[in-house]
């Protein structure tokens, strides 16, 4: 298993992933990929095998079906603990998370636990956002930070994450409760009680280049509903 892991799970990204692996691998020599594949309907699974079979750097989970965000970094955490993996990086297959950003993430997970590329901190931002987007965006993100009490963390939220497997081995993946887009404030939350130090760098989130979103309303009200039930357990 390589130092540095990572995971880009993926519903339908056939379009997207075959650009954005090559770009992701570029960026540092020490990357490894997992593609974690839902048994994709537009074929994103044999696009993933292909892509590891030309590269060993490359790993696939392929799993029955849509089982959420959340088990789907789990899943990955598990297979990245079967080596010697330092950093574990989270990253959404649409290309809305650039991967020039990753050098500066890994320059920075050598002085803290957890990097979060923030869209909400100076120099950070969105493009091609309508404005009803962005404040239900910042809204959700507020009722987050007040959950979990984590008001110092700008963008809560935010997929595009490094950190620490040292951190992740102390709590254990199988501890994660969130299946879906809860896991991004959980995984906050569990680093903050463990005493890992956490830092935002600037990213500019760009809207999906190709594809679908997979978010809705349903998930947003669940999302807080797990986070309150986390919080509530501690």
Known sequence: MPEIVVAIPCYNERENLPRLVPQVLAADERIGVIVIDDNSPDGTGEVADRLA?????????????KMGLGSAYRDA???ALQGD???????DADFSHDPRYLPLMIEKAGEYDAVIGSRY???GGVRHWTAGRTFCSRLGGLSVRAVLGLMSVKDPMGGFRCYSMRVIREFGPNAIVSQGFAFQGEMLYRFRK????????????ENRSAGVSKINRGEAVGLLKTLLALRLRH
């Open 121 to 123: 901190i100076a120099g």
């Open 53 to 65: 079979a030309e590269n060993p750097r490359v790993q696939v989970i392929h799993r029955a079906g």
């Open 85 to 91: 993996c330092r950093l574990f990086i989270t990253m």
């Open 77 to 79: 955490m598990q297979a």
């Open 194 to 205: 463990a005493g890992a130090t956490m830092v935002e760098i600037p990213i500019v989130f």
